[in-house]
């Protein structure tokens, strides 16, 4: 069964440092988000990315967060300045064209980022 | 008031139970509603998707969705220890828009 896959599935960096989350969605998808779960808190909607360019995203994405589909199979989430607070799991979703688009949504295992 | 509101338990109950998770909400143009089961490290996965108000039924499980009240609910019958997850109540104004999540309800099945 086609799954979207997410490396690495921990990343442990300093306060301050870049890091990039990595995502392959599922081969013929072509909408593409990114949640997010801070530990005993609701999954939260960061961005979703479609045609190239982001077509919306939450208040939590500011300036120092930016996706970009590099290649034709992956999907990634720069965190420019890492923060403590933005210790969270970051899931990666994609799904297809569908009259059902949300029915055929489908999620990763995580990121499990640690800021420290 | 929260958008979404799901009480996030522990729920604990006997294999073979009846279950009874539950979400309100406040956004009264929510039109789509699902709930995810979510296993420990793991992403959400889809267990049922239904629009608008009605119920809808799949194997073990039913959802009801009630708009008049802005209340969700999910049914387990026959619980089973593999059951035992964590439960998310998800909700979208249109088909396509981003999901607005509940808590999650941490459910154990115990054997």
């Known amino acids: 069964e086609p799954e979207v896959t997410q490396t690495p599935s921990h990343q442990v960096t300093q306060m301050g440092q870049e890091v990039i989350l990595r995502c392959v969605p599922i081969?013929?998808?072509?909408?593409f988000y990114w949640y997010r779960q801070i530990l005993g808190q609701k999954v939260e909607f960061l961005v979703s990315?479609?045609?190239?360019?982001?077509?919306?995203k939450s208040e939590i994405f500011d300036d120092q967060f930016s996706v970009e589909r590099p290649d034709g199979s992956n999907f990634t989430l720069k965190i420019r300045s890492t923060k403590l607070e933005d210790s969270a799991m970051y899931f990666c979703?994609?799904?297809?064209?569908?009259?059902?688009?949300?029915?055929?949504?489908?999620f990763g295992s995580g990121t499990q980022l640690s800021v420290l | 008031q929260k958008e979404v509101e799901q009480d996030p338990g522990p729920l604990s109950v006997p294999e073979g139970a009846i279950v009874s998770l539950n979400c309100t909400y406040s956004n009264s143009a929510f039109q789509y509603f699902m709930w995810y089961r979510q296993y420990s490290r793991k992403g959400p996965e889809l267990l049922m998707y239904?629009?608008?108000?009605g119920n809808k039924e799949d194997g073990r499980f039913t959802a009801q969705v009630d708009k008049s009240s802005k209340y969700i609910s999910l049914f387990i019958r026959d619980s089973q220890p593999s059951d035992s997850a964590t439960y998310l109540c998800?909700?979208?104004?249109?088909?396509?828009?981003?999901?607005?999540f509940g808590a999650g309800t941490i459910l154990r099945v115990k054997s």
């Open positions: 979703a994609s799904r297809g064209n569908s009259p059902r688009p949300n029915e055929k949504l489908f």
């Open positions: 081969s013929n998808h072509l909408y």
């Open positions: 998800a909700m979208s104004p249109s088909a396509g828009n981003k999901l607005v």
């Open positions: 990315f479609y045609n190239n360019e982001i077509s919306e």
């Open positions: 239904t629009y608008s108000s």
